[in-house]
């Protein structure tokens, strides 16, 4: 073989090192993106440990948002347990009470200290005249 072919061997087999590396990478971080109801992570001490999605709604007593919205507490509330929560980073406007979130984070001392949070907005959009979703114009 000639020194130039070796050295595209080489580039070629680094190249699919780094691509199939970066695919394992991806595909496992998108397999965590599911999300757990409130009750289930707090009956699964598995969960406890590792950095989970959080699926409930917000109570409506406990509700702190700090000022110019840059992180909040609040209990998240399931079926029938409910968790406290402390974010910290930019509030969504259709945050409030009563409204339905996700939150990513980990359990510390018993408060689920989020990072990430977002809001689901089932009001925004209603059954239109052959039961597809069109958006309110309101």
């Known amino acids: 073989m000639s020194r130039t072919t070796v050295k595209y061997l080489t580039a070629g087999a680094v190249l699919l090192s780094a691509v199939t590396y970066l695919a394992y990478a991806s595909m496992k971080d998108g397999w965590a993106s599911y999300h757990l109801p409130v009750d289930q992570f707090l009956s699964d001490a598995k969960y406890q440990t590792q950095r989970v999605r959080l699926a409930g709604t917000v109570a409506s007593d ?5 000022p110019g919205r840059t992180g909040a507490q609040f209990a998240l509330q399931g079926e029938t347990k409910r968790i406290p929560v402390v974010y910290k980073g930019v509030v969504p ?46």
């Open 62 to 66: 406990g509700l702190v948002c700090n």
């Open 93 to 138: 406007d259709m945050f409030k009470a009563g409204s339905e979130v996700i939150v990513e984070g980990k359990l510390d001392n018993g408060v689920f200290r989020a990072d990430v949070l977002m809001t689901k907005c089932a009001s925004k959009y209603e059954s239109g005249s052959h039961g597809k979703k069109q958006e309110k114009t309101s």
